[in-house]
Structures are given as C-alpha cells and as structure tokens.
C-alpha cells in the first residue's frame, strides 16, 4: 500500500496569488516527511483550488492554469486541479468547453473537470459541453494523452483527493489522503477461505492501515491548523498484476474479470470497503481505471467487457468509466450520450461518479494502444456503436 497522493485544497484567487501555493508547497512537503517518517511511501503532492467557475471567467481558465503550473512546480507540488466547473452565467457551453480545452492543453501539470450532474438533476448542455472538450484535447495532444487531466463529474462531493475530481469546497484549507491499495485486496483474497473471511481479513487490514494514517493526519492538522478530510478507500491499482483490483476480484474466485459473476463480486469488495470502521472522504469504492489496471487492461484487450459493461459495473462500485480507450473517429454526439448515461446512472443511484474518456486518433476498435507512461497498462481500443442521443439532448432542452 502507498500513498498515491496528498492532496490539499485552497482559495485561490485572480489575479494569481503564488504565495498561498507557496504555502500549499510547505504544507506537502511537511506533510510527506511525516508519512515517510511514519513509514509510507508517498507518490505525489497535489493540490486543489475551488471550483474554477466561482472566480474565474472562461477566459481567464488558461491563463489561470500557465500560473498555477509555474507556481506549483516552483513550490515542489506534482498537480493541481482547477475543476468543479460549473455551467451557468458566463460559463456557457461554447465558452466553457473553449476553455477547459485549452486550459488543459497549455499546462502540464494541471487537471480540469466538467460538472453534468449534481443533486438538482442532469445537466444536459454540460455533458455536450464535456464532450467537446474530450474531442478537442483529444485532437490537440500526442495519442489524445491530454484526457488524462480532464474529468466529467456527475454528483461528486468536494474534498475528494483523487484528480481530476478533486475540488476544494471553500474556505478553510484541508487535506485528504489518496491510496494505491489494490495490494491489500489481492494479499486479503488470495488465501484460502470463504467469502466472508475473505472480505474480514481485507477490512482487518483497511482499518489498521486507516489508523496509522490517522495517528499522522490528526498530528499533522493539529501542529499545522489544516484540517483532516479524511482518506478515500478506493483501492486505486498500479499497472502490475500483484497491484490489480481486477486481479484481485479473479483471486476472490472469479474466472475471469468481465465474465459472469463480475457485479457480484464488484459489489462483495465494495460491501466490504463501506464496512471498514475509517474516517474516509471522496468516492471509497472500487475503483476500475482500465488503462491504470494491468488485469482490466487484459481483459478489455481479449474482448471480455464493453463501454457499456464497464458502466454496468459501476453501479455497484466507485468511479465510474475511467481511462477508457475509444477510437479516434468517436463522434461527439456519442460521447456526449456516454456521459449522460454516467450521469444518468450516478443520479438514478444518488452516488458520484465520472468519465475519463480517451479517444485514440488514428485508432479503431481494436488497436493495441502505445501510451508510455509509468501509470499506464496498455489494451486495445474499445468498440463505440456509433450512435448517440443528439435528438434526446434536445428535447430535453426543448430545443427546435
């Protein structure tokens, strides 16, 4: 188990303020010598401002996003987020997916997101927004690698650590702990026993984890005068197999992942993350990033599960459609009706979800993809139907 990040969310302001990311900067790095020193690997600091659209025009996004980048690579932070946008006001479609496009395309280090839902309903010009955005980074960067830094977010909370769905709620400055635990679920299911003693000895090992992490968190808050969000208990995968949420599952006695029998046991390791006794935050399920999952990344490769499957699973587990590689020439129509059905799914069950989605230009169903990144297990591009709901969008919003 390591922490995949320490993420702490600010006010931020424009014109930019770089001495509150210096702040941020000493925070972290104060922070990852007290985990370290505790004994766990730290991978990344992050930060998070709140959402973009509460004090920025969508004009002044990439700009924003050149000066948090010089800023956090100046402070020895890894990310930052400017997300959590919302629709509304100057933040029309067309100039918020100009926006976030060109944010996303100006930086290296910081991620974006797009709300198209929230607890009053499914915003239907944002998930058309959204999918413009995916087109455009998607035309704009090496193999559309730019979708990496950008999320559609549907009924997500603020104070998740994980990017690109971290947002600051406001105010007051807090952290939240990010974990690569998908370790714990393969060494808790691989031994012999039943279900039920399965599942014990992994919530055995989440609530000890989850107590030394506190021990250093609370010192760490009380020392500082940052406050504690909590950890999220996605068990995030790293791309090898002993690193696997998938693999973990076909350890709990699956055949393969995809096949018959992957909702229920989605849902038994979920059940069993809700049952840990953790101070937790953000989405704590379990969390499918295809191309993050060396396991889920075979599966997609021999044919085992579709889009569609994928977005099935995600009704009893975390994040929703996470990485997945589409072909090149995916229009935005269908893009736009994939991530309603997210939004649809995400509203239907009161849960938060997103959409990290990547079309390949150049790249048809079936491809191997070729990305070269540390994070990434490489699969096949995954088939779309080539339809999508353009003439549902408009009615919904009573367009002629």
Known sequence: MQIRSITVGIDAT?????????????????????FEGAGFVVQ??????????????????????RALDAACGAAGIGYAAAGGIALGGAWTETDAASAVADAVCASERVFSSLAIASEAGVDYRAARA???????IASRT??????????????????????????????????????QAADLAVEAFRPAGSL?????????????????????????AHETGVAYGGVDLSLAPFPFDDGSVAGALESLGLDRFGGAGTVLATWRLTSALKRARV?????????????????????????????????????????????????GDVGEAELAAILLDVAGLASALAKPLTARLFPVPGKRAG????????????????????HGAARLIARALDEK
Do not use: Y
């Open 44 to 65: 990344t600091t992050r930060l998070c401002t709140q959402a973009a659209s509460r004090f920025l025009a969508p004009s002044q996004l990439p700009d924003f996003a």
């Open 196 to 220: 039920d003693e399965c599942e014990a000895r992994l919530v055995a090992a989440l609530e000890a984890t989850g107590a030394r992490l506190a021990a250093v968190a609370d010192g760490l």
């Open 130 to 136: 959204a999918a413009s955005i995916i087109a455009r």
């Open 367 to 386: 491809d191997e993809t070729a990305f070269d990144f540390p994070f990434f297990a490489n699969s096949r591009v995954l088939a779309v139907k080539g």
């Open 14 to 34: 424009w014109p930019f303020a770089p001495a509150s990311v210096d702040e941020a900067g000493r925070f972290l790095a104060r922070a990852r010598r007290a």
């Open 279 to 327: 101070e937790r935050c953000g989405f704590s399920g379990c969390m499918m990033p295809l191309l993050e999952d060396s396991v889920l990344a075979r599966r997609a490769a021999e044919g085992l599960f579709s889009v569609a499957e994928l977005l099935l699973f995600s009704a009893v587990c975390g994040t929703g459609l996470d990485t997945v590689p589409l072909p």
């Open 142 to 179: 090496a193999d559309g690698f730019g979708n990496l830094r950008f999320a559609a977010l549907a009924r997500c909370p603020t104070g998740i650590p994980f990017f690109p769905g971290a947002v600051h709620a406001g105010g007051a400055s807090r952290f939240a702990l990010a974990l």
